[in-house]
């Protein structure tokens, strides 16, 4: 568990200028061109990161396939494959706290929160996936007598992983331990505000025991790194988690490249419906306000569209609003604060222009919206709650990614399902009711990947994550997460 002085003192820690991990060495970018660390705790540099170019990238890559190549790690005895990851996942947990504070420092999200859902989470994953490898097999195909029909799994090669800034450990263990599982070389680019625990997280690999060249993670900015990074003819698969602008940009580089398999987790605008016989209304509604002001709203799968039936719409807006003028908004290294910082001076401003956006179209603002603690230099906001929404607003059609609730009245449940279904996006919904029947009807009504019935959230790596529409392909998490990770080779074999 942590304590405030063990957090204090891990904070107070100075921080050395980063270079980029490849191939089982730091190394400087070959421009030498860096990067600012802003932290958004008190808006001061606290360390510099290396700006990757092209070059940067493909010798990543061409370190990752050399390694590919040479099978030293894809080649390994599985059950060695097996031991060093759960030593790797023994390490990251033993740096919890290390970790937790450093991408605090980085990101802004509150240390409780931060280190359950980074370092924690990730060991978690990792372990998972190491326990999966001597538990997944081939098969025999079913054939006739004199012909026998092998399908094999073999892993793919370099697999490329590009993750955002809200929870960097976590989401990137989704993509990169299944990848290393089935035996693949990864090459890691972190969102430049939020690259220093996976820089860390390098440095724990080797200790582990990962061969050379396997575990690459690169920093820099998007638009080189990251594009470099998806023209490449040596990535074989791309995974990413991120804005949909940016991943149009990743397939239309796959198009350009070697049609690499790019498989995105683009976000959502989820509903949460909350119907009148719901069983205990006061939970749902505090529900409501966790599930999208929980990280700031940081969270792709935040309930950022409240419905709530009419003839207790009233009721749940008024206790919402209550719930979020509870939240202690300060330091998200304190224990004492329930969110911290916004992840950039940039987000706040879009934060801050969406709340504009939503009183200009006549919603009414019940609580919240405005920036906090200015004087502290960090970015800070008080959460939002609007009611009065329209599903034609902006706030009630754009990813927003901040601490801002629109509440949408509906009047039965053909057009609660309506409202749900009207948006671009399918990640995520929650559905409140008492009603069996119902609750069945929505999950299979709603068009989205995951459905949270009489809660919001909680779901863990043993069941897929993944999104319908906009919100992407593919899936991270749960056994399936491998398939995106392995090709199948069929061997087929006359016997007669």
């Known amino acids: 568990m942590l304590d405030q002085t063990t957090i204090d003192s891990l904070a107070s820690a100075q921080l050395s200028a980063q270079q980029l991990f490849v191939n089982g060495e730091w190394v400087s970018s070959s421009n030498t061109d860096s990067i600012d660390v802003i932290s958004p705790v008190d808006g001061r ?3 510099t990161i290396s700006a990757a170019n092209e070059k940067d990238v493909d010798d990543a890559v061409a370190a990752a396939k050399i390694s590919f190549d040479q099978g030293v790690w894809a080649n390994t005895d599985p059950a060695v494959r097996k031991n060093v990851l759960l030593k790797f996942a023994d390490l990251v947990d033993a740096a919890a706290a290390e970790l937790a504070v450093l991408g605090v420092r980085d990101n802004g999200t509150e240390i409780s929160m931060a280190y359950k859902a980074e370092p924690k989470s990730c060991a978690a994953t990792i372990r998972f996936y190491a326990e999966s490898i001597d538990k997944i097999y081939g098969e025999i195909a079913n054939t006739k007598s004199d012909v026998v029909g092998l399908i094999e799994r073999e892993p793919v090669g370099v697999v490329g ?3 955002p800034w809200n929870f960097p450990l976590m989401i990137s263990a989704w993509k990169f331990a299944p990848a290393l599982a089935v035996g693949n070389s990864v090459v890691i680019k972190p969102a430049e505000t939020a690259s220093l625990t996976l820089l860390k997280l390098a440095e724990i690999a080797v200790i582990a025991g990962i061969p050379a060249g396997v575990f690459n993670v690169i920093t820099g900015y998007g638009h080189e790194a990251g594009r470099a990074l998806a023209l490449n003819n040596n990535v074989d698969v791309l995974a990413f ?14 198009a350009r490249s070697n049609i690499k398999p790019v498989y995105l987790e683009l976000g959502g605008k989820s509903p949460n419906i909350i119907f009148s016989d719901t069983a205990d209304i006061e939970k749902a509604a505090k529900a409501a306000a966790n599930g999208i002001f929980r990280n ?7 309930g950022s569209r409240l419905l709530v039936e009419r003839n207790i719409y009233e009721q749940v807006a008024e ?15 304190s224990l004492h604060s329930d969110i911290g910082a916004i992840n950039s001076a940039e987000q706040l401003d879009k934060n801050l222009t969406y709340v504009k956006s939503g009183a200009k179209q006549g919603a009414e603002l019940l609580s919240g919206g405005d920036r ?15 009611s009065n929404v329209t599903n034609d607003m902006k706030i009630a059609r754009d990813e927003v990614f901040g601490p801002l609730l629109g ?8 057009h609660a399902t309506a409202i749900a279904n009207d948006s671009d996006y399918g990640l995520a919904a929650g559905v409140w009711t008492s009603n069996l029947a119902r609750a069945h009807r929505m999950v299979k009504a709603i068009k989205a990947g995951v459905i949270h019935v009489n809660c919001y959230g909680g779901t863990n790596i043993t069941v897929p994550m993944g999104g319908m529409k906009q919100s992407g392909n593919g899936y991270d998490k749960s056994i399936h997460a491998l398939d995106k990770y392995s090709a199948l080779k069929t061997a087929w074999m006359d016997i007669s």
Do not use: W
Not at 241 to 251: A, C, P
Not at 372 to 386: D, R
């Open 45 to 47: 540099v606290i360390t």
């Open 296 to 302: 700031n709203g940081q969270v792709c799968v935040s």
């Open 319 to 333: 206790r919402v609003s209550e719930y979020a003028n509870e939240y202690q908004v300060g330091n998200p290294l």
């Open 407 to 414: 509440i949408i009245p509906f009047d039965d449940e053909e």
């Open 161 to 163: 992983v590009i993750v």
């Open 372 to 386: 906090l603690h200015e004087g502290s230099g960090g970015y800070y906001m008080s959460p939002a709650v609007f």
């Open 241 to 254: 988690t991120g804005s949909g602008v940016v991943g149009r940009k990743l397939l239309e580089y796959s």
